[in-house]
């Protein structure tokens, strides 16, 4: 995010949460503390307090009561480049029918998302491409990445490592029906914000608000994915005086259910 205000954000399903037939396995990653800045210098006030949030709206019926071992939070210094990329390994566990989710608060740069530990653009990032392919490496039909994050439309781009088109295009191992959606905060040269008022990210906000009913334009106690977009977009818009339009995109139907109750 900007300051650089960033919030990587959440995995949901391709059916209702709360539904029996499957599970969910999330990583949610907050990092406003970093090693190599201050308050005054680039430090994010809520980015973890975001990342909690959306572990907590997990754990709720609306989220789908996703069982903690289901579950990896990774806050501030324990949130590096290394623990993030063991995290996302937990993807593996999941079977066609469950669901994975990736949510991450910080910084991001052109290439990926800020690490902890990450200094300067290269390498040490959590990269886009690193995304990809632990989505790709997942059997589950459902993947859901939410990011609100400075320069986040950049992850549209093609990966490196595949003649795909958007990148997110999946391997034999998940088949040709998945569901994979991207909600992202901000266009590929936008800056994402926090707002002291709402107490967080701005899109992080409205997305919560959103899923917890909000959204919920035909009041039939489920809430898609195109009806949590078109809550959250304009919000974010009218809270930022247009200087950040959340971007989604994905291989998925409108009425994919992503929560509840």
Avoid at 46 to 69: C, E, I, S, Y
Wanted: with cysteine; net charge positive; proline share 3%.
């Amino acid at each position: 995010m900007c300051l650089l205000w960033l919030s990587l954000n959440l995995l949901l399903a391709c059916q209702p949460l709360k539904q029996s037939g499957g599970n969910t396995y999330a990583v949610v990653v907050g990092v406003g503390d970093y090693q190599w800045s201050t308050a005054q210098t680039g430090d994010l006030p809520n980015a973890d307090a975001d990342a909690k949030r959306v572990v907590a709206f997990l754990q709720t019926d609306k989220g789908g009561r996703v069982p903690t071992p289901h579950i990896r939070l990774l806050l501030d210094r324990a949130a590096t480049r290394r623990s993030i990329l063991n995290a996302l390994t937990l993807f593996e566990q999941a079977q066609p029918q469950d669901r994975i989710l990736f949510f991450f608060s910080g910084h991001g740069a052109e290439e990926g998302f800020v690490p902890y530990e990450m200094k300067n653009s290269g390498t040490s990032c959590v990269s886009y491409d690193d995304v990809k392919a632990a989505f790709r490496a997942s059997a589950a039909q459902t993947k859901l990445c939410i990011a609100d994050a400075c320069l986040s439309g950049r992850m549209r781009q093609a990966d490196t490592k595949t003649t795909a088109p958007t990148g997110w295009r999946e391997s034999s191992k998940t088949g040709s029906q998945a569901n994979t959606v991207m909600i992202l905060s901000s266009r590929n040269n936008q800056v994402s914000y926090e707002s002291g008022a709402l107490g967080g990210g701005v899109f992080t906000h409205f997305l919560l608000n959103g899923l917890n009913g909000k959204a919920d334009a035909n009041r039939n106690r489920t809430v898609t994915i195109r009806e949590l977009y078109d809550y959250m977009a304009p919000r974010v818009r009218a809270n930022t005086a247009n200087g950040q339009r959340a971007v989604m995109f994905g291989h998925f139907t409108d009425d994919l259910p992503v929560s509840t109750w």
